[in-house]
C-alpha cells in the first residue's frame, strides 16, 4: 500500500505544463510531447478516493497500449512510446470537448435512468419493457462533456452541434470512429470469452488537424466488461452480472452510502479492500490481454518511473 503512486511531483527538461487529473498526470514537454503517467488513484462518482489500489497504474497503461496498438488502423492515436509500464509518452492534440459513450448494453448509468422511468438518453430512444443488462438491438452513442472539474453531463448530438463543441463533420467522423472502435474491442473481447458493455473513447486534433484517440481504451476505468460464459443464465434468472469493470467499486460505494452526493462521506477502505479491488484489475488485464500480468518492481516506484522517462526524454 505504501508503493502505490498517489502523485507525482516531477521536474522534466523543457517541461511547459502538468495537469492532474483524476487518475493521470500529465506533463508537457516543449509544449508538444505529454508523459501521461496513470497513477494507482481511483475515482468513481466524480471523486478520487482516498487510499491507492496497487498496479492499478500498470493495468490501465498496459491494457491501454495493447489497444492503442490493436486500433491504429482504424484512427491514428497520440501513443509514440511506452517507457515505463504506468506511463505512456505521445503527441500532444487539442481535445474535443466532449467525450464519446457507446454503449451495447442497457446497465451502469445507462440503467439508473431507464429505472427512473427515462426512455431517451442523450436524444436516444430506448424500447420499453428491457430488463437490466439486457443488449440493445444496436449500440446507441450518449456522448457527455468533458468536464475539467466536477460531473460530466450527458448531452444530445444537437446541443453539442448548436454549441459548437465539434462541427457537424467532425461530429459525424467521432460517430465512425466510436462504432469502429467499439465493434473492434467487441470481436477481441469475445475472442477471450468476455462481452465489452460499453465504453468511452476521447479524440483531440494533431498539430496537423488530424482526428487522434487520445488517453485511454477499452480498460475497466474506462470500460464495462461481462463474462459472455454465464451472461444469458444470469439475465434469465435475473442476477447480477460478474463484472470486470470499475462498476463494483461503485455498487461497493453505493452498499456503504456513497454516491458523491452532498453531505456523503466516502467509506473507510481496508487494505483487504484495496487488494482484493488490486485483483480484479489485475484479473481483467490477464483475461482481456491474453498475457500474464508480471508485478513491477514497486518498491521505489517513483524513482522507478522518473528514472525511464527521463531516459526516454534524454535519448
Known amino acids: 500500500m505504501n508503493n502505490t503512486i498517489l502523485k507525482t511531483n516531477f521536474n522534466f527538461n523543457n517541461q511547459t505544463k502538468f495537469y492532474k487529473g483524476k487518475v493521470r498526470d500529465v506533463y508537457t514537454i516543449d509544449k ?8 494507482d488513484r481511483i475515482s468513481a462518482f466524480d471523486h478520487v478516493l482516498p487510499a491507492g489500489i496497487p498496479y492499478k497504474g500498470q493495468v490501465l497503461s498496459q491494457i491501454a497500449a495493447k489497444f492503442l496498438e490493436a486500433t491504429s488502423d482504424i484512427v491514428p492515436n497520440w501513443m509514440e512510446a511506452t517507457p515505463d509500464p504506468s506511463v505512456t ?31 431517451i438518453l442523450c436524444g436516444v430512444k430506448m424500447p420499453n419493457g428491457m430488463l437490466e443488462n439486457q443488449k440493445f438491438k444496436e449500440p446507441i452513442i450518449t456522448p ?58 476521447e479524440f483531440g486534433k494533431d498539430v496537423n488537424g488530424i482526428i487522434t484517440l487520445i488517453d485511454e481504451i477499452h480498460t475497466p476505468d474506462s470500460s464495462r466488461y461481462f463474462y459472455k460464459s454465464d451472461y444469458q443464465e444470469r439475465i434469465n434468472k435475473g442476477k447480477q452480472q460478474k463484472q470486470l469493470s470499475k462498476e463494483f ?52 516506484v517513483l524513482h522507478r518511473v522518473e528514472n525511464n522517462i527521463n531516459n526516454y526524454l534524454n535519448k
Not at 175 to 192: C, I, P, V, W
Open 32 to 39: 508538444s510531447i505529454l508523459v501521461m503517467i496513470a497513477s
Open 89 to 119: 509518452i505521445g503527441k500532444r492534440c487539442e481535445p474535443f470537448q466532449v467525450e464519446m459513450v457507446i454503449r451495447g448494453y442497457l446497465t451502469g448509468h445507462a440503467w439508473r435512468e431507464y429505472k427512473s422511468g427515462k426512455r
Open 144 to 201: 457527455t462533456t468533458k468536464a475539467d472539474v466536477g460531473h460530466d453531463e450527458d448531452i444530445t448530438r444537437e446541443e453539442i452541434l448548436n454549441q459548437n463543441l465539434v462541427s457537424e463533420k467532425d461530429y459525424i467522423m467521432l460517430e465512425n470512429y466510436t462504432r469502429k472502435l467499439f465493434q473492434r474491442g467487441t470481436e477481441m473481447a469475445d475472442e477471450k470469452n468476455l462481452i465489452l458493455v460499453d465504453t468511452k473513447y
Open 249 to 300: 467499486v461503485r455498487q461497493w460505494l453505493i452498499e456503504n452510502g456513497f454516491q458523491g452526493k452532498d453531505g456523503q462521506i466516502i467509506p473507510a477502505m481496508s487494505e483487504e479492500y484495496c487488494t482484493s479491488v488490486s485483483e480484479r484489475y489485475i484479473e481483467l488485464f490477464e483475461l482481456i490481454t491474453g498475457d500474464k500480468f508480471i508485478k513491477e518492481d514497486v518498491s521505489d
